[in-house]
């Protein structure tokens, strides 16, 4: 079974009226997922899985990422005269990084005691998706659920602040592997069960501040909290298949990649 029941010891979101969302759970948009770990009393909004796990003894796995390096004229045994035709064979490369490769992490996600799969994280908007390459550890673990109104209601302060942050959507790719594609639908269609997103542990903290994966139908638009895109962006509905995506708040650093954002 996919599926384990909840244990009493599982900590549950508070009991709304009507469908509403208090003040208490509002106050929460500021970091989901950090601010809740860290102040008891708005624990509540973030249902923490029974054993949460140590993500720091995770090895750092680099992508594989294709070698370009620079070849020499003497490499072909050609004299200069043929430089132009060297030219016009090598490889055109663009300083655009959605031009080129699009992949910024492959690895396991992980939901301890419900699901384990292998996937692919592609950039889909936010140029700082770049910069999280290399910096991801091989296993993306889960540790609990969150209701989606706080996750948009966090967003949304952070579009309208836009200091020091940058918003990076990313599209876990559905395997090809058979028993991991079960393991990816499994989670894709719990997440649509339960009416809760899923909150993955932090990382690096100078870095990747909330990190969120979300069901996202083959029928359905993207959230408006989303758009418009900044990059290649997702294929219309009805043109795609149902998709995970990662919704990630990384804090910006002056680095190359953050000037080219």
Not at 168 to 189: R, T
Request: with cysteine; glycine share 6%; hydrophobic share 40%.
């Amino acid at each position: 079974m996919l599926f384990q029941k909840r244990k009493s010891s599982e900590v549950l979101p508070p009991k709304q009226k009507s469908g509403a969302w208090n003040e208490k759970d509002k106050s929460m948009r500021s970091s989901a997922e950090g601010k809740a770990i860290a102040k008891e009393d708005e624990v509540g909004a973030i249902e923490f899985l029974e054993q949460p796990v140590a993500f720091a003894a995770n090895p750092l796995v680099p992508m594989d990422h294709d070698n370009h390096g620079d070849t020499s004229i003497d490499d072909y045994n050609v004299d200069a005269s043929s430089l132009n035709d060297i030219a016009k064979w090598s490889p055109k490369f663009d300083d655009d990084p959605w031009k080129n490769d699009l992949r910024i992490w492959s690895g396991k996600m992980v939901m301890a005691g419900y699901f384990r799969f292998d996937t692919t994280l592609t950039a889909v908007s936010g140029a700082g998706a770049f910069a999280l390459r290399d910096s991801l550890p091989a296993e993306i673990n889960i540790i609990g659920r969150i209701p989606p109104i706080v996750v948009w209601e966090y967003i949304k302060s952070v579009k309208h602040s836009g200091i020091g942050k940058d918003l990076i959507v990313l599209q876990a790719n559905e395997p090809d592997d058979p028993e991991s594609k079960a393991q990816y639908e499994g989670l894709f269609n719990n997440m649509r069960a339960k009416g809760r997103y899923v909150v993955v542990g932090r990382f690096n903290p100078r870095m990747i501040k909330d990190f969120y994966l979300l069901p996202l139908s083959s029928h359905d638009s993207p959230p408006e909290e989303l758009l418009p895109f900044e990059g290649v962006g997702l294929a219309p509905p009805g043109a795609r298949r149902n998709v995970i995506l990662c919704v990630i708040v990384r804090k910006r650093e002056e680095g190359p990649m953050d000037q080219a954002a």
